[in-house]
């Protein structure tokens, strides 16, 4: 790829990028402490980000939930309800310093956009508790709602088609790595989100921003 080129759009991830999400926001204080922390482990046998993935590729909640409480019994199954309810309160707050770094890259004449996988079911979340993201953002791009997700080509290809994206003037943020070679993997600049800093580092490296 030819890094001479300007930068013209940048691409975000929601959670972990520009959101901070955290499962046991939603549920601390209403269930059992113990239940709360295997629920949000990473080894979770309760299964509840298998079942978000699900959510995150287009199945709807409706559906879903039938299935948690096929695998799972009633009881978890209405804890999950209970999670998808109140997923607002799972977004405690913006990533420190993302709002900024939108508005700086606005400032500069680059267009911002979003990519995430998130389900059409909550995704309404985002928006109505940091209307900001809305304003500041030029598209966004929902697996749920496409039934496209990242890592897959497809999904990339969308937004290039629908942002009239050039690959080669195009950087991604991503706080998963498979996600970042899928954008590579289509040519887009890509870099691993650790903390705003270091993504206006990456920037930098590509003269994207001052």
């Known amino acids: 790829m030819n890094q001479a080129q300007p930068i013209t759009d940048v691409v975000f991830d929601f959670c972990g990028v520009l959101i901070d999400w955290q499962c046991h926001a939603a549920l601390d204080g209403h269930y059992p402490a113990e239940l709360v922390e295997k629920i ?30 096929r695998e799972q019994g009633d009881d978890i199954a209405n804890v999950f309800r209970y999670y998808i309810a109140h997923y607002d309160d799972a977004l405690p707050r913006l990533i420190p310093g993302a709002e900024e770094l939108l508005r700086d890259l606005r400032a500069q004449g680059i267009r911002v956009w979003g990519l995430t996988n998130w389900s059409a079911d909550t995704f309404h979340c985002a928006f109505e508790k940091f209307p900001q993201l809305d304003e500041l953002l030029q598209g966004t791009v929902v697996s749920g709602i496409e039934k496209k997700r990242k890592p897959n080509a497809d999904i990339y290809e969308l937004a290039q088609r629908r942002f009239n994206l050039t690959p080669s003037t195009t950087v991604f943020f991503d706080d998963t790595e498979k996600n970042v070679r899928g954008a590579q993997n289509v040519g887009w600049h890509a870099f691993r989100f650790t903390d705003t800093e270091q993504a206006r580092r990456d920037l930098r490296t590509l003269r994207a921003l001052r």
């Open 40 to 69: 949000c482990a990473d080894d979770d046998p309760y299964g509840f980000f298998r079942y978000e993935d699900d959510m995150d590729s287009g199945i709807p909640f409706t559906s879903e939930l039938e299935t948690v409480r």
